[in-house]
């Protein structure tokens, strides 16, 4: 169990977030953070770890190393086949102790959030949640997470002096995803979580499934809609234009505030972060709180009747217009473009 490194080495750790044996992709963009970290902290020393739970799950080990991980800490037990926290944070927290990694990074998933809470109380070090930016600060040598703060309107850089590891949570889409090498290889530690099923008071006596997942944070592309459509009855017409474009619907705060819309739709700081290759927002002004959410995307056109709206500086094209002129057209040009109809192309 013991990892061949020497008693110096400075470990970055990213816990690898896997459910029915499916790995969550923001590990994977915690892991191309955590080697920016560790070149920044000290690049002869600091080395990037996974740390990965589950039963059955060895091969997403492979998959952690192909991402940048030199070594991965793996716990494989039948009591760990389901997500519960009380065997999780257990597991994770033993681990912490015997390895004492100096930063520890959790996707800011639910898992991820119910999680590193767990293991931050249970090895008494700080966890800052909801980051934006992790850098090395530079006089100090200890991590500098970034998170919005006050509404959003300032940003906090916080720094966890005295305790270890020092813990941050990042959402999904916040980080760039890194290029995966074609092959890798890494040390894999097999590690004991000596808990039975018995001393796990929360049982899965069956599962629900839910709605289909929505997936918005890794949609290609997504057609928000805001306060501007008036009124929930506009909202199909933007699920037609997703339709038509292959992609989902997004939505501003106060349509999911309002209850037209459930809050997997919500894009911004208190909803999801997206990158996808084309947004649109139409009939949303543009407030920072939503811009945080959406700015990553590679193209944004917004639909917008007021041509001061701040929306527009950040959108590649904006029309100036009414949502509900301009989104019909749109979608009978894309059918006409997707039907070879060449007048309109
Ligand atoms: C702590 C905190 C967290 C928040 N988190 C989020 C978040 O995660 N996501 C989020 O979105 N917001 C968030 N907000 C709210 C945010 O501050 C804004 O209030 C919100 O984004 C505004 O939504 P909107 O653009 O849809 O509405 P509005 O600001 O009301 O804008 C509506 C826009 O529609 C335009 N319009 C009107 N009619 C038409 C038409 N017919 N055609 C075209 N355009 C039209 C108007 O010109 C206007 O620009 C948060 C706020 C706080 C304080």
Redesign the pocket.
């Known amino acids: 169990m013991t990892p061949q490194t020497t008693p110096q080495a400075r470990r970055i750790w990213v816990f690898i977030e896997q459910e029915d044996g499916a790995p969550h992709p923001v590990s994977w963009e915690l892991l191309g953070a955590a080697q920016r970290l560790a070149a920044e902290l000290d690049a002869g020393h600091a080395v990037v770890e996974g740390v990965l739970l589950g039963h059955q799950v060895e091969a997403i080990a492979q998959e952690a190393f192909r991402y940048g991980a030199r070594r991965v800490y793996l716990m494989d037990d039948p009591v760990l086949a389901v997500y519960r926290n009380l065997p999780y944070a257990a597991g994770v927290s033993q681990l912490v102790q015997s390895y004492q990694p100096e930063i520890f990074l959790v996707g800011a998933t639910t898992l991820g959030r119910d999680l590193a809470s767990a293991i931050a109380t249970r090895v008494q070090t700080g966890l800052t949640a909801d980051c934006t930016e992790l850098t090395i600060d530079p006089k100090q040598g200890i991590l500098a997470a970034t998170r919005p703060t006050f509404?959003?309107n300032l940003m906090a850089t916080i720094l966890c002096r005295q305790r270890r590891p020092q813990m941050a949570t990042v959402r999904p889409r916040v980080l760039p995803m890194p290029e995966p090498l074609a092959e890798a290889a890494g040390e894999l530690i097999h590690a004991p979580l000596g808990m039975a099923e018995e001393e796990v008071p929360v049982k899965r006596l069956r599962l629900i499934p839910g709605q289909q997942q929505l997936n918005l944070e890794y949609a290609d592309v997504i057609v928000a809609g805001?306060?501007?459509l008036?009124g929930p009855d506009g909202l199909p017409l933007l699920e037609e234009l997703a339709q038509a474009l292959g992609g989902v619907l997004g939505v501003?705060?106060?349509?999911v505030d309002a209850g037209w819309v459930s809050a997997e739709h919500?894009?911004?700081?208190?909803?999801k972060t997206v990158r996808p290759k084309l947004y649109i927002a139409?009939?949303?002004?543009?407030?920072?709180?939503?811009r945080v959410?959406m700015s990553g995307a590679d193209f944004i056109l917004a639909?917008?009747?007021?041509p001061q709206?701040p929306?527009f500086q950040v959108a590649n094209l904006g029309i100036v217009?009414?949502?509900?002129q301009v989104v019909p057209e749109l979608i009978s040009q894309v059918r006409a473009l997707q039907g070879g109809d060449d007048h309109v192309r």
């Open positions: 509404g959003g805001g306060r501007g008036g501003s705060r106060p349509l919500q894009v911004g700081q208190t909803g139409a009939g949303i002004s543009g407030a920072v709180q939503h959410g639909i917008n009747s007021d709206a929306i217009g009414d949502l509900y």
